[in-house]
């Protein structure tokens, strides 16, 4: 199954700061997602990375926040903007992989600190 | 609305005791159901899926998982627990919309299951 390479694996942010997640698939998949892992909760869909166009972004989610990019089918980038400590959470990207395997896989995740 | 319900925050079982960790979904159709682990400070990795077919499915490093659709169950099974199977275990669906299955997965809350030595 495709392998999500997924950086940087941790950071710690000021702030006010913004910080840009990188993913890159090793092979293509048909969609692209951006999860959120607050402390000891479950995952949160916020977007849908649509390659050459905008994200489908979940309820509670907005562009301005979240801005994604997803330029090719294995390479996309969810941006955390102006930064606040409600933001520090885990960031994972996802892929939808064909359907006769076993569906989605997950990079290793980012965990983001604001301070 | 589509939901998955994981009813035990944490599951506490001796190494080699059997383990159940159990999981409950709400959807319209038939549902697509995933196991996922998280190791501490790791990603998602998959276990194992019930698409369709026989309604035990067997997955990665000697999980099981039974399908029951009378109880709208999918919980996930070890015969012999082991301490490294300590983690974070999520049970997941597919959202589905006017009957068919969308591309969202909808996540449980995540049951951490302790195996003690």
């Known amino acids: 199954s495709a392998v999500i390479s997924q950086k940087p694996s941790r950071d710690i942010c000021q702030r006010g700061t913004s910080l840009t997640i990188q993913c890159q698939v090793d092979?293509?998949?048909?969609?692209m997602f951006w999860y959120r892992q607050q402390p000891g909760q479950s995952l949160t869909l916020i977007a849908t990375?649509?390659?050459?166009?905008?994200?489908?972004?979940e309820s509670g989610f907005v562009i301005d926040k979240f801005p994604i990019s997803r330029p090719n089918l294995t390479f996309s980038t969810l941006t955390v903007s102006n930064m606040s400590p409600e933001d520090s959470s885990i960031y994972l990207c996802?892929?939808?992989?064909?359907?006769?395997?076993?569906?989605?896989?997950f990079g290793s995740g980012t965990r983001l600190t604001v301070v | 609305a589509q939901s998955v319900a994981q009813p035990e925050d944490q599951v506490n079982v001796a190494e080699g005791n059997p383990l159940t960790v159990k999981c409950t979904y709400s959807?319209?159709?038939?549902?697509?159901l995933f196991w996922y682990v998280q190791y501490p400070n790791r990603g998602l990795q998959f276990l194992l899926k019930?698409?369709?077919?026989?309604?035990l499915v067997k997955g990665s490093y000697g999980f099981e998982a039974e399908f029951n659709k009378s109880q709208t169950s999918f919980h996930l099974k070890k015969p012999s627990a082991l301490v490294s199977d300590s983690a974070l275990y999520f049970c997941?669906?597919?959202?589905?919309?006017?009957?068919?299955?969308?591309?969202?997965?909808?996540f449980g809350t995540g049951t951490l299951l302790a195996v003690q030595p």
């Open positions: 996802s892929g939808r992989t064909a359907e006769k395997e076993h569906g989605y896989t």
């Open positions: 092979s293509q998949v048909t969609m």
């Open positions: 990375a649509n390659q050459g166009s905008e994200a489908t972004y």
């Open positions: 959807v319209s159709g038939n549902p697509y």
């Open positions: 019930y698409i369709t077919g026989d309604n």
């Open positions: 997941a669906v597919r959202d589905m919309n006017y009957g068919g299955a969308t591309n969202k997965l909808i």
